[in-house]
DNA sequence: ATGGCCTACGTAGTAGGA
């Protein structure tokens, strides 16, 4: 089961590259961020064509997230639980079954600069709650995946030039302890564990040049419960995406499990 | 050459991103 996350950076403004890439990597499921759309607007034609299933959990103009699979989608759940204030549409949660039952997580993790700051504060109090729901995903001792885009460079050899970053709320000692803290629970950074060292983005700015420079970050993420990773096959950056026409500023991310 | 973006909303110029 191919299981891809693709922060898509308008779903307007990627009708052609979406399905581009979908036609070619052929994933099973996909969880997308930053989908700006309204549920109402998201054109699930253009997926249930191909195939897919559709949720979608949108608002006006930013942020939204969606998962496309090829198998049923089960028991799906919006919003990360913790903040019944938070409106902001970030997570989304559903159950794919093929050989075995997977719970897909999928979230757009919010940015949180300027930092120090009230949207630096949102982002750990974000990240609170998900340290919490990752607790219980590990709790049910069952294969799942939290993966999209997490905003967070984990480590210097994760960024092209890390000092740039020092005091960006993507990379700033806060955020890292607090993505380490989620991490170290138990789960297993998928990309890490079937590839080392420098030189493996999945962003790049529009600006200056950062990909023809190779100037990225790594910031989509995927990780697995140890149910989920002793089903680990492959996992692969979609890197090439990035050169195409009309491209998002990220690119996909995948893992391939036995499931 | 030390360069300089993209999207949604809405129809001009912000807000937000990373």
Not at 7 to 23: C, Q, V
Not at 36 to 62: C, I, L
Not at 153 to 173: G, K, S
Request: net charge negative; aromatic share 10%.
């Amino acid at each position: 089961m191919k299981i891809a996350s693709f922060n898509i950076n308008g779903i307007k403004a990627r009708a052609e590259a979406l399905p581009r890439w979908l036609d070619h990597a052929h994933p099973d499921v996909v969880v997308l961020q930053e989908i700006k759309s309204q549920d109402e607007a998201f054109p699930r034609e253009m997926f249930e064509d191909r195939g897919y299933n559709v949720e979608t959990h949108g608002q006006k103009g930013f942020n939204g997230v969606a998962i496309l699979s090829k198998f049923p989608l089960e028991d799906v759940s919006r919003g990360l639980p913790g903040d019944d204030g938070d409106d902001q549409a970030r997570w989304i949660e559903a159950t794919v079954t093929g050989k075995r039952a997977i719970r897909i997580c999928g979230m757009y993790l919010p940015n949180g600069n300027p930092a120090p700051g009230p949207k630096y504060d949102y982002k750990l109090a974000w990240m609170a709650r998900l340290e919490r729901r990752a607790r219980d995903l590990l709790a049910a001792e069952e294969p799942a995946v939290m993966l999209g885009d997490y905003n967070i460079i984990p480590q210097a050899e994760d960024a092209a030039r890390p000092e740039a970053w020092r005091e960006d709320a993507l990379f700033r000692l806060e955020s890292r302890e607090a993505f380490r803290r989620v991490v170290n629970l138990g789960f297993t950074d998928a990309f890490r564990a079937r590839h080392h060292g420098p030189g493996h983005y999945t962003f790049w700015d529009y600006q200056a040049g950062a990909w023809r420079r190779n100037d990225g970050i790594r910031i989509d993420h995927l990780l697995l419960t140890p149910q989920a990773a002793d089903l680990l096959r492959d996992c692969q950056i979609d890197s090439a995406e990035r050169a195409g026409d009309k491209p998002s500023d990220h690119v996909p991310i995948w893992v391939d499990l036995d499931a």
